[in-house]
């Protein structure tokens, strides 16, 4: 069955960096698009990043880009986002999902950036 | 602020019918399908609707989706305690080049 399962996540000093990864598996990764979609606390879903099934096209939401990088290791099947001078308001739980329509997502790992 | 426009709650009694809206501009959901989530407190979102009113496989026929123009709906019918939980819309935007949300409904089932 198809599964997405991220990890990486932490807490992180405001400046910081951090890097969450998705493995995927039950489905051909290669043939997919993927995007990253975030959540802060107590809020709406927020589209964060796509990746396009080869690895070009990219795209990123205006509140990110410049800061974060999306990549992906097909042979590996997994997706990356590496998130530099991280701020406080990129606290969220970060969920990679399959698509769209994201049909798939994953269980989501958590991201807090404090002092 | 979202871009894709829909109230902030919604409620009803068990076996009622409600509907949640969903509004956006030329670029999103006149121009592209529209999908709804489902997301219970703590879990990731569940695909509900894809394409405006399709459903996926295991998706029960009490929920159903409809679009016209620029707005579009959710509709749940024979409301069940455990249909209580948020509910968001999304959209392709062609001028972004990107998905765009909605703020999300919280529906409460009284």
């Known amino acids: 069955q198809v599964q997405l399962v991220e990890s990486g996540g932490g807490l992180v000093k405001p400046g910081g960096s951090l890097r969450i990864s998705c493995a995927a598996s039950g489905f051909t990764f290669s043939d997919y698009f993927m995007h990253w979609i975030r959540q802060a606390p107590g809020k709406g879903l927020e589209w964060v990043s796509y990746i396009s099934s080869r690895g070009s096209p990219k795209k990123y939401a205006d509140s990110v880009r410049g800061r974060f990088t999306i990549s992906r290791d097909n042979a590996k099947k997994s997706l990356y986002l590496e998130m530099n001078s991280l701020r406080a308001e990129d606290t969220a739980v970060y969920y990679c999902?399959?698509?769209?329509?994201?049909?798939?997502w994953g269980q989501g790992i958590r991201v807090t950036v404090s002092s | 602020q979202s871009v894709l426009t829909q109230p902030p709650s919604a409620s009803g009694t068990p076996g009622q019918r409600v509907t949640i809206s969903c509004s956006g501009i030329?670029?999103?959901?006149?121009?592209?399908?529209v999908n709804w989530y489902q997301q219970f407190p703590g879990t990731a979102p569940k695909l509900l609707i894809y394409?405006?009113?399709q459903r996926p496989s295991g998706v029960p026929d009490r929920f159903s989706g409809s679009k016209s123009g620029t707005s579009v709906s959710l509709a749940i019918s024979g409301l069940q305690s455990e249909d209580e939980a948020d509910y968001y819309c999304a959209a392709w935007d062609d001028g972004l080049n990107g998905p765009v949300f909605g703020g999300g409904t919280k529906l409460t089932v009284l």
């Open positions: 999902a399959r698509g769209p329509p994201y049909d798939y």
């Open positions: 394409s405006n009113n």
């Open positions: 030329s670029s999103n959901i006149r121009s592209d399908t």
